[in-house]
């Protein structure tokens, strides 16, 4: 059964880069599946913001698409997400989570979450 586990500091101040990092076990990242980042702030719905696929392809949702990025490491079975110039507005749970079908947004496991603060 795969587990997801995100790690990262839980304390940004603004302008600041954020990384966190998806650990996964019972399952190989780069064998099958999408890999993504979710996230939910206060008072609002989930928001999907991207993904990486098992042959390393990256695919990105409007939050990252101009100021982040995800990568990977296969040796260490993690996928990672950055975020640039964080504001408040970035301030949320954070989530990993495995996309099946062939989609990056039909989520069949998840990681518990972490929460992330922006403040100086």
């Known amino acids: 059964q795969v587990q997801l586990q995100e790690s990262g500091p839980g304390l940004v101040k603004p302008s600041q880069t954020l990384s966190l990092t998806c650990t996964v076990s019972?399952?190989?990242?780069?064998?099958?599946?999408?890999w993504s980042w979710i996230r939910q702030s206060s008072g609002k719905g989930l928001e999907w913001m991207g993904a990486?696929?098992?042959?390393?392809?990256?695919l990105y949702g409007a939050s990252l698409s101009s100021r982040g990025s995800i990568s990977r490491d296969t040796s260490k079975n993690q996928f990672t997400l950055q975020l640039r110039s964080v504001t408040p507005d970035d301030a949320a749970v954070y989530y990993c989570?495995?996309?099946?079908?062939?989609?990056?947004?039909?989520?069949?496991?998840w990681g518990q979450g972490t929460l992330v603060t922006v403040s100086s």
């Open positions: 019972g399952g190989t990242i780069a064998t099958d599946y999408y």
């Open positions: 989570a495995r996309g099946v079908y062939g989609s990056p947004i039909h989520l069949d496991a």
């Open positions: 990486i696929d098992y042959r390393g392809v990256s």
